[in-house]
């Protein structure tokens, strides 16, 4: 996860199942984006570097994870303006043919170790045993679940068709509409740092 990037990693060699032998190597994540930011790269892959350090600081803020030894040196503090990053967003979340026997309730952006998306519903039960890719979250809401999203393709939107139903949301516009409604300035920093991430993102693959 992005907040885990200044964790230490190590390699371990293991005599058997039980018996832990020797570390055979340690490593620091961020340490190799530091590296890049650093070094004698092209402009678009330090940016890039830049923004992923930045975003995982904010997502340590976010998910209130080893803060105490976070650095206001090591990432931006000059985030674009909630307004900038609304506007340059294109489009909304949309809805067609809206279904009675399976409401759309909302979606959501995890920031796992893969990025993913839930599309929320509050199907009645026949809409519920005919879907299979329903799952139910911790809380009781029911989902479907988007997986592979990667950073270089915030901006595509997926399309979710539930009951003749048609839901089509981009991880951009979710961004986009967190940002309209949050009065959370931990959560509106994330998403401002994912942004940044994705347009440095699209400026090196271009």
Not at 118 to 139: E, H, I, M, Q, W
């Amino acid at each position: 996860m992005a907040k885990e990037l200044s964790d230490t990693i190590k390699i371990v060699f293991f005599v058997n199942d039980n018996v832990q032998g020797t570390t055979i190597r340690s490593y620091i994540p961020k340490s190799y984006f530091q590296a890049l930011a650093n070094g004698s790269y092209s402009a678009e892959i330090k940016s890039l570097a830049k923004a992923i350090i930045t975003y995982s600081a904010y997502a340590r803020e976010y998910f209130d994870y080893k803060t105490k030894d976070l650095a206001e040196t090591d990432y931006r503090t000059d985030l674009p303006a909630k307004q900038t990053v609304i506007s340059a967003i294109s489009g909304d979340i949309t809805i067609t043919n809206p279904s009675e026997r399976a409401s759309f309730e909302g979606i959501s952006l995890l920031l796992l170790s893969n990025t993913g998306m839930r599309f929320y519903y509050t199907p009645n039960a026949s809409v519920l045993s005919g879907d299979s890719r329903f799952k139910k979250a911790s809380n009781g809401q029911y989902y479907i679940p988007v997986s592979g999203v990667t950073l270089t393709d915030l901006g595509t939107a997926r399309t979710v068709s539930v009951d003749g139903m048609t839901v089509t949301a981009s991880p951009l516009q979710y961004i986009k509409s967190v940002l309209r409604s949050t009065n959370n300035q931990k959560l509106a920093n994330l998403c401002l740092a994912m942004y940044e991430c994705y347009v440095a993102a699209q400026a090196y693959i271009n």
